[in-house]
């Protein structure tokens, strides 16, 4: 089953705060968030396990609520390195196979 | 370090064709997934292959099909191509251990074009 992701897409100026989330019908092992820039690979930025931990990445940080399946993408202050499209992939074991949701594509403007 | 190589980077293919496409992971990864990625859509996992075995498959028909070698590298061989598989095709690495102590580590990509 996909994660839904929202939005669909964001646009910001620099500076600015934004919030992508992510949620499953499903019971979760973990959630990934990869950014992707048009053409190129995806780049893997944190993974949040069960247990609802929050963690950061510079001014990138992330929650995962375990009891509503849902996870967070928290980028503040963005910058104009922020573009690009954001990925949540969710895990229901520790196997590593992935299942992406359909993406959020953010555009930080100056 | 050399991260995960792709080969090649852009192919063009009938339909009908068959095609094999080429990954190297990155250095000291033992597990390779595939992914197929249609455009403005997010991955969508084909299989992963670990001791030169299919661990776990996703919704591909048997088309689809896979090999590890002995040092890792993987290729991933599509049949009786469709204009439907048109898209990037991304490998990614990681450690069998699992997701906790190693994320994905992606290439950039085959661009496959059906026509």
């Known amino acids: 089953q996909q994660p839904v992701q929202s939005p669909q897409a964001v646009i910001l100026r620099e500076g600015e705060d934004a919030v992508i989330n992510c949620s499953s019908s499903?019971?979760?092992?973990?959630v990934h968030w990869y950014r992707q820039k048009h053409g190129e690979a995806p780049i893997f930025l944190m993974i949040?396990?069960?247990?609802?931990e929050q963690k950061g990445h510079d001014k990138i940080s992330a929650s995962f609520n375990e009891k509503k399946q849902q996870s967070s993408l928290y980028l503040t202050a963005s910058q104009l390195s922020y573009s690009g499209t954001y990925f949540c992939?969710?895990?229901?074991?520790?196997?590593?196979?992935?299942?992406f949701g359909q993406g959020t594509t953010l555009q930080v403007k100056p | 370090d050399a991260g995960v190589t792709q080969s090649p980077t852009h192919l063009i293919k009938t339909r009908g064709q068959q095609v094999t496409l080429r990954c190297s992971p990155k250095?000291?990864?033992?597990?390779v997934s595939w992914y197929q990625q249609a455009l403005g859509q997010g991955p969508q996992f084909i299989f992963q292959?670990?001791?030169?075995?299919?661990?776990q498959r996703g919704n591909f028909p048997d088309r689809f099909s896979g090999h590890q070698f002995p040092n890792y590298s993987s290729e991933l061989n599509v049949n009786a191509l469709l204009l439907g598989d048109s898209a990037l095709y991304l490998c990614?690495?990681?450690?069998?251990?699992?997701?906790?102590?190693?994320?994905?580590?992606f290439g950039n990509g085959t661009r496959l074009t059906v026509t």
């Open positions: 990614a690495s990681s450690l069998a251990s699992g997701s906790a102590n190693s994320p994905l580590h």
């Open positions: 499903k019971a979760l092992y973990s």
């Open positions: 949040l396990l069960k247990g609802g």
């Open positions: 992939g969710t895990e229901r074991g520790n196997t590593g196979k992935l299942i």
């Open positions: 250095s000291g990864h033992d597990t």
């Open positions: 292959y670990y001791e030169e075995e299919e661990r």
